[in-house]
């Protein structure tokens, strides 16, 4: 069955460093991949996304992901972290099966940004 | 583009009464839709996966008969709670889709509170 796991519940950063959040998935298909940031008491917001191509997709906000088939990671990656950046981030993957298909999300990973 | 509304945004409402929530496409076509429950700094967790015109499919352990979902059109889906407890207070929140490969569009959510 497919699934999608976070790594880490919580993050901090300090303003300027890296930013990497962490997501692997289990999938028997070629998986479609999301990244969303949730900010408080809002719906989800999409950052990027791999259905097909190149392994590195670039999103907003300066976020970019690399889809590594050998790994069954699409980790999550900023080079200066923003005091804005502080939010929710969920990692997702499609579930497709007899013509039917459904989204199933990580269990997040809030981030806190460090002045 | 893919915008989702939904309403209310938050809604206060007496134990043993229904709740309704829209959820609306406004500038696309909605092939699939979904309800997502979301409790506090926890991730999303599917309810039921909706098509227009076609019955809902409900996740398990969701009960079909309190939270009814209809997808009267391409652009419009409703989630009913019906005779409300507390305990189905929690963050509510719709979002649509046009196929697997395509991301999800999220309404804003709906914060319901059982009294």
């Known amino acids: 069955a497919q699934s999608v796991t976070q790594l880490g519940s919580h993050v901090s950063v300090s303003e300027g460093a890296l930013v990497l959040l962490r997501c692997n998935y289990s999938?028997?298909?070629?998986?479609?991949l999301f990244w969303y940031v949730q900010y408080p008491n809002q719906g989800l917001q999409l950052l990027l996304k791999?259905?097909?191509?190149?392994?590195l997709v670039k999103g907003i906000n300066g976020f970019e992901a690399e889809f590594k088939k050998s790994e069954t990671s699409f980790h999550l990656t900023k080079p200066s972290a923003h005091m804005s950046d502080a939010a929710e981030y969920f990692c997702?993957?499609?579930?497709?099966?007899?013509?039917?298909?459904?989204?199933?999300f990580g269990t997040g990973t809030r981030l806190k940004v460090l002045a | 583009g893919a915008v989702v509304s939904q309403h209310p945004s938050w809604v206060i409402c007496k134990s043993g009464t229904s709740v309704k929530i829209e959820c609306r496409s406004l500038?696309?076509?909605?092939?699939?839709m979904f309800w997502y429950r979301q409790f506090p700094k926890q991730s999303l967790m599917l309810m039921a996966t909706?098509?227009?015109?076609?019955?809902?499919?409900?996740e398990q352990g969701v009960e079909k008969d309190k939270f009814l979902i209809n997808h009267a059109s391409l652009t419009l889906s409703t989630l009913t709670v019906t005779s409300a407890h507390p305990e189905d207070s929690s963050f509510y929140i719709c979002?649509?889709?046009?196929?697997?490969?395509?991301?999800?569009?999220f309404g804003n959510g709906t914060r319901l509170t059982v009294t």
């Open positions: 909706s098509n227009e015109g076609s019955k809902a499919t409900y």
């Open positions: 999938s028997s298909v070629p998986p479609y």
């Open positions: 500038d696309f076509q909605a092939t699939t």
């Open positions: 979002s649509a889709s046009i196929s697997p490969d395509s991301p999800l569009h």
């Open positions: 791999y259905t097909t191509g190149a392994t």
């Open positions: 997702a993957v499609t579930i497709a099966n007899s013509g039917t298909y459904k989204y199933i």
